[in-house]
Protein backbone atom coordinates (compact mmCIF):
# COMPACT_ATOMS: atom_id res chain seq x y z
CA UNK A 1 0.00 0.00 0.00
CA UNK A 2 1.41 3.30 -1.06
CA UNK A 3 1.78 6.69 1.00
CA UNK A 4 -1.63 8.37 0.44
CA UNK A 5 -1.23 11.15 -1.78
CA UNK A 6 -1.88 13.60 1.18
CA UNK A 7 0.84 12.75 2.74
CA UNK A 8 3.34 13.00 -0.18
CA UNK A 9 4.86 16.79 1.07
CA UNK A 10 4.96 14.98 4.53
CA UNK A 11 6.90 12.02 3.06
CA UNK A 12 9.35 14.23 0.95
CA UNK A 13 10.36 16.08 3.79
CA UNK A 14 11.26 13.11 5.82
CA UNK A 15 12.84 11.66 2.99
CA UNK A 16 15.22 14.80 2.19
CA UNK A 17 15.82 14.91 6.07
CA UNK A 18 16.78 11.86 6.34
CA UNK A 19 18.81 11.34 2.71
CA UNK A 20 16.77 7.73 2.47
CA UNK A 21 15.63 7.10 -0.97
CA UNK A 22 12.57 4.57 -0.91
CA UNK A 23 11.26 4.34 2.63
CA UNK A 24 10.27 1.01 3.95
CA UNK A 25 7.13 0.46 3.81
CA UNK A 26 4.32 -1.68 5.49
CA UNK A 27 0.80 -1.48 4.94
CA UNK A 28 0.68 1.39 8.29
CA UNK A 29 3.63 3.07 7.76
CA UNK A 30 6.74 4.10 6.02
CA UNK A 31 10.02 4.32 7.68
CA UNK A 32 12.37 7.01 6.14
CA UNK A 33 15.79 5.08 7.23
CA UNK A 34 19.18 8.13 7.31
CA UNK A 35 22.69 7.59 8.29
CA UNK A 36 22.01 9.47 11.64
CA UNK A 37 18.45 9.36 12.29
CA UNK A 38 15.31 7.31 11.56
CA UNK A 39 11.84 8.81 10.95
CA UNK A 40 8.61 6.72 10.73
CA UNK A 41 5.22 7.89 9.45
CA UNK A 42 2.31 6.77 9.79
CA UNK A 43 -0.03 6.31 6.86
CA UNK A 44 -3.82 7.90 6.68
CA UNK A 45 -5.55 4.72 6.96
CA UNK A 46 -8.37 2.49 8.34
CA UNK A 47 -7.81 -1.17 8.19
CA UNK A 48 -10.50 -2.21 10.02
CA UNK A 49 -8.42 -3.62 12.95
CA UNK A 50 -6.83 -0.16 13.12
CA UNK A 51 -7.70 3.39 12.14
CA UNK A 52 -5.29 5.85 11.33
CA UNK A 53 -7.22 7.97 9.02
CA UNK A 54 -7.61 11.45 11.24
CA UNK A 55 -4.61 13.46 12.03
CA UNK A 56 -5.82 13.32 15.85
CA UNK A 57 -5.40 9.32 15.29
CA UNK A 58 -1.88 9.39 13.74
CA UNK A 59 -1.13 11.94 16.71
CA UNK A 60 -2.23 9.35 19.28
CA UNK A 61 -0.91 6.60 18.37
CA UNK A 62 2.66 8.31 17.70
CA UNK A 63 2.85 9.60 20.89
CA UNK A 64 1.46 5.90 22.25
CA UNK A 65 4.69 4.28 19.91
CA UNK A 66 6.92 6.65 22.13
CA UNK A 67 5.42 6.33 25.31
CA UNK A 68 5.51 2.41 25.09
CA UNK A 69 8.94 1.53 23.24
CA UNK A 70 11.37 3.81 24.57
CA UNK A 71 10.96 2.87 28.65
CA UNK A 72 12.73 -0.66 27.28
CA UNK A 73 15.08 1.12 24.94
CA UNK A 74 16.58 3.61 26.15
CA UNK A 75 18.14 5.97 23.64
CA UNK A 76 16.43 3.89 20.42
CA UNK A 77 13.73 6.30 20.37
CA UNK A 78 14.25 9.78 21.07
CA UNK A 79 11.19 11.80 20.16
CA UNK A 80 7.84 12.48 18.33
CA UNK A 81 7.88 15.70 15.56
CA UNK A 82 5.66 17.28 13.99
CA UNK A 83 4.67 18.33 10.48
CA UNK A 84 3.04 21.47 9.52
CA UNK A 85 1.26 21.54 6.35
CA UNK A 86 3.67 23.39 4.53
CA UNK A 87 5.51 20.54 4.96
CA UNK A 88 9.15 22.72 4.95
CA UNK A 89 10.60 21.41 8.12
CA UNK A 90 9.37 19.61 11.85
CA UNK A 91 7.94 21.37 14.91
CA UNK A 92 7.19 19.92 18.23
CA UNK A 93 4.24 17.50 18.64
CA UNK A 94 2.22 20.10 20.34
CA UNK A 95 2.63 22.95 17.61
CA UNK A 96 -0.67 24.15 16.33
CA UNK A 97 1.26 24.17 13.02
CA UNK A 98 1.12 20.24 12.98
CA UNK A 99 -0.92 17.79 10.68
CA UNK A 100 1.19 14.95 10.60
CA UNK A 101 3.46 13.02 12.94
CA UNK A 102 6.55 11.29 13.04
CA UNK A 103 8.42 9.29 15.03
CA UNK A 104 12.57 9.59 15.92
CA UNK A 105 14.60 6.26 16.07
CA UNK A 106 18.31 6.37 15.94
CA UNK A 107 19.56 4.27 12.77
CA UNK A 108 20.21 0.66 13.61
CA UNK A 109 22.15 -1.50 11.10
CA UNK A 110 20.46 -3.67 9.16
CA UNK A 111 22.34 -6.84 10.06
CA UNK A 112 21.23 -6.21 14.16
CA UNK A 113 17.78 -7.02 13.72
CA UNK A 114 16.87 -10.55 14.83
CA UNK A 115 15.59 -11.30 12.29
CA UNK A 116 18.77 -10.86 10.06
CA UNK A 117 20.97 -12.41 12.89
CA UNK A 118 18.70 -15.55 12.69
CA UNK A 119 19.16 -15.72 8.64
CA UNK A 120 22.95 -15.40 8.74
CA UNK A 121 23.20 -18.41 11.66
CA UNK A 122 24.00 -15.73 14.42
CA UNK A 123 21.16 -16.42 16.67
CA UNK A 124 23.80 -18.71 19.31
CA UNK A 125 23.25 -20.23 22.48
CA UNK A 126 24.76 -16.84 24.37
CA UNK A 127 22.11 -14.98 22.24
CA UNK A 128 19.72 -16.91 23.06
CA UNK A 129 19.83 -16.67 27.11
CA UNK A 130 19.97 -12.91 26.57
CA UNK A 131 17.08 -13.20 24.56
CA UNK A 132 15.24 -15.06 27.38
CA UNK A 133 16.75 -12.33 30.32
CA UNK A 134 15.58 -9.76 27.51
CA UNK A 135 11.70 -11.31 27.47
CA UNK A 136 11.51 -11.76 31.05
CA UNK A 137 12.86 -8.00 31.56
CA UNK A 138 10.57 -6.82 29.05
CA UNK A 139 7.88 -8.66 31.16
CA UNK A 140 8.24 -6.64 34.24
CA UNK A 141 7.81 -3.80 32.74
CA UNK A 142 3.86 -4.68 31.85
CA UNK A 143 1.42 -2.98 33.96
CA UNK A 144 -1.18 -4.87 35.07
CA UNK A 145 -4.42 -4.91 33.62
CA UNK A 146 -8.02 -5.24 34.25
CA UNK A 147 -9.29 -8.00 32.23
CA UNK A 148 -12.92 -9.37 31.65
CA UNK A 149 -13.22 -13.08 31.34
CA UNK A 150 -9.92 -14.28 29.03
CA UNK A 151 -11.77 -17.37 27.68
CA UNK A 152 -13.90 -14.50 25.74
CA UNK A 153 -11.28 -12.59 24.99
CA UNK A 154 -9.05 -15.28 23.31
CA UNK A 155 -12.05 -16.65 21.58
CA UNK A 156 -12.22 -13.18 19.97
CA UNK A 157 -8.68 -13.38 18.92
CA UNK A 158 -9.68 -17.19 17.49
CA UNK A 159 -12.22 -15.57 15.64
CA UNK A 160 -11.09 -12.83 14.22
CA UNK A 161 -7.50 -14.71 12.93
CA UNK A 162 -9.73 -17.19 10.88
CA UNK A 163 -11.59 -14.35 9.07
CA UNK A 164 -8.13 -12.45 8.26
CA UNK A 165 -7.15 -16.20 7.23
CA UNK A 166 -9.40 -16.50 5.17
CA UNK A 167 -9.40 -13.29 3.81
CA UNK A 168 -5.87 -13.77 3.08
CA UNK A 169 -6.46 -16.46 0.51
CA UNK A 170 -5.32 -19.39 3.04
CA UNK A 171 -7.09 -22.42 2.22
CA UNK A 172 -10.60 -22.02 3.68
CA UNK A 173 -11.27 -25.42 4.90
CA UNK A 174 -7.78 -25.60 6.43
CA UNK A 175 -8.74 -22.53 8.42
CA UNK A 176 -12.00 -23.86 9.07
CA UNK A 177 -10.40 -26.88 10.66
CA UNK A 178 -7.76 -24.88 12.53
CA UNK A 179 -10.29 -22.65 13.93
CA UNK A 180 -12.78 -25.96 15.00
CA UNK A 181 -9.67 -27.68 16.97
CA UNK A 182 -8.07 -23.95 18.55
CA UNK A 183 -12.12 -24.01 19.81
CA UNK A 184 -11.67 -27.29 21.33
CA UNK A 185 -8.12 -26.32 22.70
CA UNK A 186 -9.40 -22.81 23.99
CA UNK A 187 -12.24 -25.23 26.06
CA UNK A 188 -10.18 -27.09 27.92
CA UNK A 189 -7.65 -24.64 28.51
CA UNK A 190 -10.14 -22.12 30.05
CA UNK A 191 -10.02 -22.92 33.65
CA UNK A 192 -5.89 -22.59 33.74
CA UNK A 193 -6.15 -18.74 31.43
CA UNK A 194 -8.75 -17.70 34.02
CA UNK A 195 -6.89 -18.77 36.87
CA UNK A 196 -3.51 -17.22 35.47
CA UNK A 197 -5.71 -13.99 35.08
CA UNK A 198 -6.96 -13.90 38.48
CA UNK A 199 -3.11 -14.34 39.70
CA UNK A 200 -2.01 -11.40 37.59
CA UNK A 201 -0.44 -12.93 34.37
CA UNK A 202 -3.15 -10.90 31.63
CA UNK A 203 -1.15 -7.53 31.65
CA UNK A 204 -0.80 -4.67 29.03
CA UNK A 205 2.13 -6.45 27.05
CA UNK A 206 4.37 -5.62 23.81
CA UNK A 207 1.71 -7.36 21.64
CA UNK A 208 4.10 -8.25 18.71
CA UNK A 209 6.97 -9.42 20.40
CA UNK A 210 8.64 -11.96 17.21
CA UNK A 211 12.64 -11.34 15.99
CA UNK A 212 11.37 -8.37 13.47
CA UNK A 213 10.65 -6.48 16.34
CA UNK A 214 13.51 -7.52 18.53
CA UNK A 215 17.52 -5.93 18.01
CA UNK A 216 20.51 -5.50 19.06
CA UNK A 217 21.09 -2.57 21.29
CA UNK A 218 23.83 -1.26 22.96
CA UNK A 219 24.83 -5.15 22.77
CA UNK A 220 21.64 -6.45 24.09
CA UNK A 221 18.70 -7.74 22.54
CA UNK A 222 16.31 -4.81 22.97
CA UNK A 223 12.39 -5.40 21.78
CA UNK A 224 10.91 -2.47 19.85
CA UNK A 225 7.46 -1.53 17.81
CA UNK A 226 5.35 -2.80 20.37
CA UNK A 227 1.79 -3.21 19.40
CA UNK A 228 0.26 0.46 19.79
CA UNK A 229 -2.91 0.97 18.08
CA UNK A 230 -5.19 -1.30 20.20
CA UNK A 231 -5.37 -2.17 23.64
CA UNK A 232 -7.36 -4.87 23.87
CA UNK A 233 -5.06 -7.32 21.21
CA UNK A 234 -2.14 -6.05 23.44
CA UNK A 235 -3.67 -7.29 26.88
CA UNK A 236 -2.58 -10.53 26.75
CA UNK A 237 -1.61 -13.15 29.53
CA UNK A 238 2.28 -12.89 29.40
CA UNK A 239 3.21 -16.53 28.56
CA UNK A 240 1.15 -15.68 24.82
CA UNK A 241 3.13 -12.63 24.37
CA UNK A 242 6.07 -15.13 24.74
CA UNK A 243 4.71 -17.42 22.85
CA UNK A 244 5.16 -15.04 19.63
CA UNK A 245 8.99 -15.36 20.14
CA UNK A 246 8.32 -18.78 20.73
CA UNK A 247 6.76 -20.01 17.31
CA UNK A 248 9.07 -17.59 15.31
CA UNK A 249 12.34 -18.65 16.87
CA UNK A 250 10.70 -22.40 16.17
CA UNK A 251 10.20 -21.56 12.23
CA UNK A 252 13.49 -19.49 11.64
CA UNK A 253 15.87 -21.11 14.05
CA UNK A 254 14.16 -24.17 15.59
CA UNK A 255 13.08 -26.87 18.19
CA UNK A 256 16.70 -25.91 19.91
CA UNK A 257 16.62 -22.37 20.45
CA UNK A 258 12.88 -22.06 21.17
CA UNK A 259 13.26 -24.50 23.63
CA UNK A 260 16.45 -23.04 25.04
CA UNK A 261 14.75 -19.17 25.46
CA UNK A 262 11.72 -21.12 27.32
CA UNK A 263 13.97 -22.74 29.86
CA UNK A 264 15.82 -19.87 30.46
CA UNK A 265 12.86 -17.27 30.70
CA UNK A 266 11.45 -19.93 33.31
CA UNK A 267 14.52 -20.20 35.02
CA UNK A 268 14.94 -16.31 35.47
CA UNK A 269 11.31 -15.34 35.71
CA UNK A 270 9.44 -18.16 36.74
CA UNK A 271 6.42 -19.14 35.70
CA UNK A 272 6.55 -22.52 35.10
CA UNK A 273 2.59 -22.99 34.47
CA UNK A 274 2.64 -20.69 31.28
CA UNK A 275 3.81 -24.00 29.43
CA UNK A 276 -0.41 -25.35 29.92
CA UNK A 277 -1.00 -22.56 27.27
CA UNK A 278 1.85 -23.09 24.55
CA UNK A 279 -0.19 -25.50 22.12
CA UNK A 280 -3.04 -22.50 21.73
CA UNK A 281 -0.77 -19.63 21.90
CA UNK A 282 1.51 -21.09 19.60
CA UNK A 283 -0.92 -22.56 17.21
CA UNK A 284 -2.47 -18.60 16.94
CA UNK A 285 0.66 -16.98 16.59
CA UNK A 286 1.72 -19.26 14.23
CA UNK A 287 -2.04 -18.28 12.34
CA UNK A 288 -1.02 -14.71 12.30
CA UNK A 289 2.28 -14.84 10.61
CA UNK A 290 0.60 -16.94 8.83
CA UNK A 291 -2.00 -15.00 7.18
CA UNK A 292 0.22 -11.73 7.56
CA UNK A 293 2.40 -13.69 5.08
CA UNK A 294 -0.08 -14.73 2.88
CA UNK A 295 -0.44 -11.09 2.28
CA UNK A 296 2.85 -10.45 1.49
CA UNK A 297 3.84 -10.65 -1.92
CA UNK A 298 6.36 -13.52 -2.25
CA UNK A 299 6.35 -14.47 0.87
CA UNK A 300 3.52 -17.45 -0.07
CA UNK A 301 5.59 -20.73 1.15
CA UNK A 302 6.98 -19.21 4.46
CA UNK A 303 3.09 -18.02 4.74
CA UNK A 304 2.17 -22.02 4.04
CA UNK A 305 5.04 -23.19 6.47
CA UNK A 306 3.39 -21.57 9.47
CA UNK A 307 -0.17 -22.62 8.47
CA UNK A 308 1.46 -25.92 9.13
CA UNK A 309 2.71 -24.78 12.29
CA UNK A 310 -0.17 -23.56 13.49
CA UNK A 311 -2.20 -26.91 12.94
CA UNK A 312 0.39 -28.83 14.44
CA UNK A 313 0.94 -27.13 17.64
CA UNK A 314 -2.94 -28.39 18.60
CA UNK A 315 -2.14 -32.13 18.54
CA UNK A 316 0.59 -31.95 20.65
CA UNK A 317 2.24 -35.71 22.41
CA UNK A 318 1.52 -36.74 25.66
CA UNK A 319 3.58 -35.32 28.45
CA UNK A 320 6.50 -37.27 30.02
CA UNK A 321 9.46 -36.44 33.03
CA UNK A 322 12.82 -37.19 32.68
CA UNK A 323 15.26 -36.70 35.35
CA UNK A 324 19.44 -36.36 34.85
CA UNK A 325 21.44 -37.16 37.89
CA UNK A 326 25.11 -37.37 38.84
CA UNK A 327 27.89 -35.84 40.25
CA UNK A 328 28.99 -32.25 39.16
CA UNK A 329 31.22 -32.21 35.64
CA UNK A 330 29.26 -35.73 34.58
CA UNK A 331 27.40 -33.38 31.65
CA UNK A 332 23.79 -33.18 32.86
CA UNK A 333 23.18 -29.83 31.42
CA UNK A 334 24.47 -30.24 28.38
CA UNK A 335 22.54 -33.40 27.61
CA UNK A 336 19.63 -31.81 29.33
CA UNK A 337 19.80 -29.40 26.48
CA UNK A 338 20.12 -31.65 23.54
CA UNK A 339 17.57 -33.81 24.77
CA UNK A 340 14.33 -31.36 25.89
CA UNK A 341 13.80 -30.16 22.51
CA UNK A 342 13.98 -33.81 21.05
CA UNK A 343 10.19 -35.12 22.84
CA UNK A 344 7.14 -33.25 24.26
CA UNK A 345 5.04 -30.51 22.71
CA UNK A 346 6.73 -27.32 21.03
CA UNK A 347 9.25 -25.87 21.36
CA UNK A 348 10.49 -29.27 23.55
CA UNK A 349 10.37 -30.65 26.98
CA UNK A 350 10.58 -27.66 29.57
CA UNK A 351 14.22 -27.88 30.88
CA UNK A 352 14.06 -26.95 35.08
CA UNK A 353 17.45 -26.82 35.88
CA UNK A 354 18.09 -26.65 39.99
CA UNK A 355 21.33 -24.65 39.81
CA UNK A 356 19.67 -21.74 38.06
CA UNK A 357 16.18 -22.16 40.40
CA UNK A 358 18.99 -22.04 43.61
CA UNK A 359 19.96 -18.18 41.88
CA UNK A 360 16.36 -17.56 41.43
CA UNK A 361 15.69 -18.06 44.79
CA UNK A 362 18.51 -15.96 45.93
CA UNK A 363 17.69 -12.88 43.32
CA UNK A 364 20.37 -13.64 41.25
CA UNK A 365 21.11 -14.19 37.60
CA UNK A 366 22.06 -17.75 36.79
CA UNK A 367 26.03 -16.90 35.97
CA UNK A 368 26.16 -14.98 39.47
CA UNK A 369 28.60 -16.81 41.63
CA UNK A 370 26.80 -17.59 45.38
CA UNK A 371 28.96 -17.54 48.67
CA UNK A 372 29.50 -21.74 49.83
CA UNK A 373 27.64 -20.32 53.13
CA UNK A 374 24.46 -19.80 50.53
CA UNK A 375 24.92 -23.89 50.02
CA UNK A 376 23.15 -25.12 53.25
CA UNK A 377 20.62 -28.65 53.25
CA UNK A 378 17.99 -25.59 54.30
CA UNK A 379 18.56 -24.31 50.70
CA UNK A 380 18.87 -27.18 48.76
CA UNK A 381 15.45 -28.21 50.49
CA UNK A 382 13.72 -25.42 49.09
CA UNK A 383 15.55 -25.48 45.65
CA UNK A 384 14.56 -28.91 45.26
CA UNK A 385 11.32 -28.09 46.70
CA UNK A 386 10.68 -25.36 43.80
CA UNK A 387 11.99 -27.72 41.33
CA UNK A 388 8.81 -30.33 42.09
CA UNK A 389 6.23 -27.58 42.29
CA UNK A 390 7.22 -26.49 39.05
CA UNK A 391 7.94 -29.62 37.32
CA UNK A 392 3.97 -30.47 38.44
CA UNK A 393 2.89 -27.51 37.52
CA UNK A 394 4.09 -28.13 33.88
CA UNK A 395 3.04 -31.44 34.08
CA UNK A 396 -0.23 -30.84 35.01
CA UNK A 397 -0.98 -28.59 31.93
CA UNK A 398 -0.16 -31.54 29.32
CA UNK A 399 3.72 -30.18 29.10
CA UNK A 400 7.02 -32.30 29.06
CA UNK A 401 9.57 -31.67 31.55
CA UNK A 402 13.46 -32.45 31.89
CA UNK A 403 14.65 -32.15 35.08
CA UNK A 404 18.42 -31.57 35.74
CA UNK A 405 19.93 -31.48 39.44
CA UNK A 406 22.61 -33.80 40.84
CA UNK A 407 20.10 -36.04 43.05
CA UNK A 408 22.16 -37.69 45.23
CA UNK A 409 20.28 -37.99 48.00
CA UNK A 410 18.18 -41.31 47.23
CA UNK A 411 15.14 -39.02 49.13
CA UNK A 412 15.13 -36.81 46.18
CA UNK A 413 15.40 -39.16 43.39
CA UNK A 414 12.05 -41.39 44.63
CA UNK A 415 10.42 -37.82 45.24
CA UNK A 416 10.92 -37.09 40.99
CA UNK A 417 9.55 -40.63 40.27
CA UNK A 418 6.45 -40.47 42.78
CA UNK A 419 6.13 -36.68 41.23
CA UNK A 420 5.36 -38.91 37.60
CA UNK A 421 3.66 -41.38 39.34
CA UNK A 422 1.48 -38.42 40.73
CA UNK A 423 1.27 -36.51 37.59
CA UNK A 424 -0.17 -39.31 35.67
CA UNK A 425 2.91 -39.30 32.89
CA UNK A 426 5.55 -41.71 32.33
CA UNK A 427 9.07 -41.60 33.98
CA UNK A 428 12.36 -42.22 32.81
CA UNK A 429 15.93 -41.72 34.93
CA UNK A 430 18.80 -41.04 33.42
CA UNK A 431 22.26 -41.46 36.11
CA UNK A 432 25.69 -39.90 34.25
CA UNK A 433 28.81 -41.29 35.58
CA UNK A 434 32.88 -41.22 34.84
CA UNK A 435 35.95 -41.86 36.83
CA UNK A 436 36.49 -38.93 39.65
CA UNK A 437 39.63 -37.75 37.35
CA UNK A 438 37.61 -36.66 33.98
CA UNK A 439 34.85 -35.18 36.47
CA UNK A 440 38.01 -33.10 38.08
CA UNK A 441 39.33 -32.19 34.78
CA UNK A 442 35.77 -30.64 33.49
CA UNK A 443 34.51 -28.76 37.08
CA UNK A 444 37.88 -27.15 36.85
CA UNK A 445 37.40 -25.71 33.53
CA UNK A 446 34.26 -24.50 33.77
CA UNK A 447 33.36 -20.91 33.43
CA UNK A 448 30.49 -18.72 33.22
CA UNK A 449 27.74 -21.36 34.54
CA UNK A 450 24.99 -21.19 36.85
CA UNK A 451 27.01 -24.37 39.11
CA UNK A 452 28.73 -23.36 41.74
CA UNK A 453 30.53 -26.52 42.00
CA UNK A 454 34.33 -26.50 41.92
CA UNK A 455 36.50 -29.54 42.78
CA UNK A 456 36.27 -29.35 46.71
CA UNK A 457 32.99 -29.80 46.26
CA UNK A 458 33.42 -32.74 43.57
CA UNK A 459 35.37 -34.44 45.96
CA UNK A 460 33.13 -33.55 49.42
CA UNK A 461 30.19 -34.94 47.42
CA UNK A 462 32.09 -38.22 45.66
CA UNK A 463 32.57 -39.34 49.30
CA UNK A 464 29.04 -40.07 50.14
CA UNK A 465 27.58 -42.61 48.57
CA UNK A 466 24.42 -42.13 46.49
CA UNK A 467 22.38 -45.32 47.56
CA UNK A 468 21.24 -47.95 44.83
CA UNK A 469 20.83 -46.11 41.63
CA UNK A 470 17.65 -47.82 39.92
CA UNK A 471 17.98 -44.78 37.31
CA UNK A 472 19.95 -46.10 33.49
CA UNK A 473 23.47 -45.34 34.17
CA UNK A 474 25.33 -44.15 31.53
CA UNK A 475 28.98 -43.34 30.85
CA UNK A 476 29.57 -39.51 30.55
CA UNK A 477 32.91 -39.95 29.82
CA UNK A 478 32.09 -39.33 26.06
CA UNK A 479 29.17 -38.12 24.59
CA UNK A 480 26.39 -39.71 26.57
CA UNK A 481 23.61 -38.21 24.02
CA UNK A 482 22.70 -41.40 21.74
CA UNK A 483 23.10 -43.70 24.78
CA UNK A 484 20.47 -41.30 26.44
CA UNK A 485 18.23 -41.18 23.32
CA UNK A 486 18.22 -45.06 23.30
CA UNK A 487 17.00 -45.06 26.89
CA UNK A 488 14.49 -42.87 26.67
CA UNK A 489 13.16 -44.75 22.90
CA UNK A 490 13.90 -41.28 20.84
CA UNK A 491 15.07 -41.74 17.27
CA UNK A 492 18.80 -40.90 17.16
CA UNK A 493 18.28 -38.21 13.45
Known sequence: MTIPAAQAPAAALLARLTGAGRPVE?????????????LKLRKAVSLGFLDFSTPAARRRFAEREMALNAPAAPGLYRAVHGIPASADRLVAADSPEAVEWAVEMAPVPPGDFLDAVAARGGLDEALQDALGDAAVALRETYAPAEAGDPVRAFDAVLRSNAHAARASGLDPRRVLRWRRAAGRALRRLAPVLRARAAAGRVRRCHGDLHLGNLLLWRGRPTPFDALEFDEALATIDTGYDLAFLLADLLRRVGRAAACRVLARAVAVGGDAGLVAGLPLWLSTRAMIRAHCLARTEGRGEEALAFLGDAEAHLAPPPARLVAVGGLPGTGKTRLARLLAPRFGAAPGALH???????????????????????????????????LFEEATLALRGGHSVLADAAFLDPRRRAGAEALAREAGVPFAGLWLEAPLECLRARVAARRGD??????????????????PIGWTRIDARADPFEAALAALGLPVC
Open 450 to 467: ASDAGVAVLEEVARRPPG
Open 352 to 386: LRSDEIRKRLAGLPPERPLPPAAYTEAASDAVHAA
Open 26 to 38: THISAVFVGRERV
